[in-house]
């Protein structure tokens, strides 16, 4: 079983930054491919980034593109997201996600494993 541990939320005025972190004990972390997903209330749960395996391929939802980084460190076992310029929208609860084929798409279900969630809210 693999474990995710998410974390890195709060509560920021629009404009501010924020990291999330999630750190995957154990040794199968470069063999993943990692996610961020997010949802706010009433709705469902999108993709936010994702990266392969081997950082290769990043991909990013339109709507946070240009605001938001994702990194993975494989020597840590921690795959970031740094949050810039946030806005009122971008307040949700995030998941990080682990694909144990390596991969990083952008549909929920392909992924086997799930943190617990961070919650991340921006006023305005």
């Known amino acids: 079983q693999v474990q995710l541990l998410d974390s890195g939320g709060g509560l920021v005025q629009a404009g501010a930054s924020l990291r999330l972190s999630c750190v995957v004990p154990?040794?199968?972390?470069?063999?993943?491919?990692m996610a961020w997903f997010r949802q706010a209330p009433g709705k469902e749960r999108t993709f936010v980034a994702g990266m392969n395996w081997n950082g290769a391929v990043t991909n990013y939802a339109a709507l946070v593109k240009g605001r938001f980084t994702l990194s993975r460190d494989n020597g840590k076992n921690t795959v970031y997201l740094q949050m810039n310029n946030l806005k009122p929208e971008d307040t949700a609860v995030y998941y990080c996600a682990a694909d144990s084929m390596g991969n990083s798409p952008t549909y929920s279900r392909a992924y086997d494993y799930w943190g617990q969630g961070t919650q991340v809210t921006v006023s305005s």
């Open positions: 154990g040794r199968t972390f470069d063999t993943l491919g």
